[in-house]
């Protein structure tokens, strides 16, 4: 896993989404993120997701440290607001890049579990999300 590498699907989908400013590419991240947990929470569990997000952050955090204060406050879960409220600090390039970064290694861990194929199938609603669109959590008929 190559936390510098940002070319997969979910960093293309952040990537192609325009941002004046590190708000809105925080912003666009949290979107992502809910998006990811709304996409395979039922698969993995809520506490699995949060798992792998906390995993990811610590990964990205060695190429981008200001990510490892999101780090520690992950004890009750995926903690989207200090991410967001740390990543409007940074940059915007920094932002933007550490946000493909986060992405890519998330993707990258999840294929290196579940594979490549699975993955992808998991996490097409994703990045098949336009820019500004809310996720879409969907729900099964009874």
Not at 24 to 33: H, M, V
Request: with cysteine.
């Amino acid at each position: 896993m190559n936390p510098k590498a940002a070319d997969g699907k979910l960093a293309l989908a952040f990537n192609q989404r325009p941002a004046p400013n590190s708000g809105t590419a925080a912003s666009q991240l949290t979107a992502i993120w809910l998006a990811i947990d709304i996409a395979l929470r039922g698969v993995i569990g809520p506490q699995g997701v949060a798992a792998l997000y906390s995993r990811s952050l610590g990964l990205t955090a060695r190429c981008h440290p200001w990510m490892a204060v999101a780090c520690g406050s992950q004890a009750a879960g995926m903690d989207l607001a200090v991410l967001e409220s740390e990543m409007v600090q940074q940059p915007l390039a920094e932002a933007r890049d550490s946000a493909a970064t986060l992405l890519q290694v998330f993707e990258d861990l999840l294929a290196s579990l579940i594979g490549s194929a699975l993955a992808e199938r998991l996490l097409r609603p994703v990045w098949d999300v336009t820019p500004g669109e809310a996720p879409v959590e969907e729900i099964e008929p009874s």
